[in-house]
T-cell receptor, first 109, second 111 residues
Framework: TQLLEQSPQFLSIQEGENLTVYCNSS?????LQWYRQEPGEGPVLLVT?????EVKKLKRLTFQFGDARKDSSLHITAAQPGDTGLYLC?????????FGKGTRLHILP | DVKVTQSSRYLVKRTGEKVFLECVQD?????MFWYRQDPGLGLRLIYF???????EKGDIPEGYSVSREKKERFSLILESASTNQTSMYLC??????????FGSGTRLTVV
C-alpha cells in the first residue's frame, strides 16, 4: 500500500483553465512539500506546509494543507504552458521525506 | 541559493563496471540523499547520510554503496553495474526534513 497517493496521475488542459491536483495519505504527517520537476531536471521545491489548515500562495498557485494533516491540494489558476511538469508531493517523517509518484501536468497553448 | 551539483548529466557504462556518481553541495547542509527515479515507480531512496562518515540504507540499497568523507560531498557507487540500474539518479541535500534541494540529475544507461 502506497503511503502517499496523488491524483490524477495525468492531466492535460488548455491554457487559461483552472485545475486542482490532490495528495492524500493514510497517516498524519509533520510537514508536506510540493515540488515541480521539468523534463531532464531535478525537482524544485515550491512550498512547505507544516500547520493543519494552512494555505499558501505562490503567484497563481494555491497550496492547502488539510485540517487533519493527512491531505493537501494544489490549485492553479489560469494555467500557462510554463506550468507544464511533474508535480510531486512529499511528506516528512522521521527526518526523511517520502515522495508520491506525482501528477504529470501538460498545459496546451 | 543552495546549489547541489552532480558531476555528470549523462553516463553510459558497460555491465559489470564500477560506477561513481558524485554530488557536491555548497551550503553546509548536514543531510544528503541519493534517489533513483523510474517511470511508474517515482523517487526511491537508495542511501542517505546525516553526517560525515555516516550512512544509512534507504529503501533500495542493494547493488549500491555510498561514501561521505567530507560534509559537502556524497558519492554513490554502483559496485558492478547491471542493466536494471539504468535510471535517473538524483542527489539532494537539506538542513532539516522540511525541504530538499536537488541536483539536476544523472541519467545513467548501463549497456
Amino acid at each position: 500500500t502506497q503511503l502517499l497517493e496523488q491524483s490524477p496521475q495525468f492531466l492535460s488542459i488548455q491554457e487559461g483553465e483552472n485545475l486542482t491536483v490532490y495528495c492524500n495519505s493514510s497517516s498524519v504527517f509533520s510537514s508536506l512539500q510540493w515540488y515541480r520537476q521539468e523534463p531532464g531536471e531535478g525537482p524544485v521545491l515550491l512550498v512547505t506546509v507544516v500547520t493543519g489548515g494552512e494555505v499558501k500562495k505562490l503567484k497563481r498557485l494555491t497550496f492547502q494543507f488539510g485540517d487533519a494533516r493527512k491531505d493537501s491540494s494544489l490549485h492553479i489558476t489560469a494555467a500557462q504552458p510554463g506550468d507544464t511538469g511533474l508535480y510531486l508531493c512529499a511528506l516528512g517523517r522521521d527526518d526523511k521525506i517520502i515522495f508520491g509518484k506525482g501528477t504529470r501536468l501538460h498545459i496546451l497553448p | 541559493d543552495v546549489k547541489v551539483t552532480q558531476s555528470s548529466r549523462y553516463l553510459v557504462k558497460r555491465t559489470g563496471e564500477k560506477v561513481f556518481l558524485e554530488c557536491v553541495q555548497d551550503m553546509d547542509h548536514e543531510n544528503m540523499f541519493w534517489y533513483r527515479q523510474d517511470p511508474g515507480l517515482g523517487l526511491r531512496l537508495i542511501y542517505f547520510s546525516y553526517d560525515v562518515k555516516m550512512k544509512e540504507k534507504g529503501d533500495i540499497p542493494e547493488g549500491y554503496s555510498v561514501s561521505r568523507e567530507k560534509k559537502e560531498r556524497f558519492s554513490l557507487i554502483l559496485e558492478s553495474a547491471s542493466t536494471n540500474q539504468t535510471s535517473m539518479y538524483l542527489c539532494a541535500s537539506s538542513l532539516i526534513a522540511y525541504g530538499y534541494t536537488f541536483g539536476s540529475g544523472t541519467r545513467l544507461t548501463v549497456v
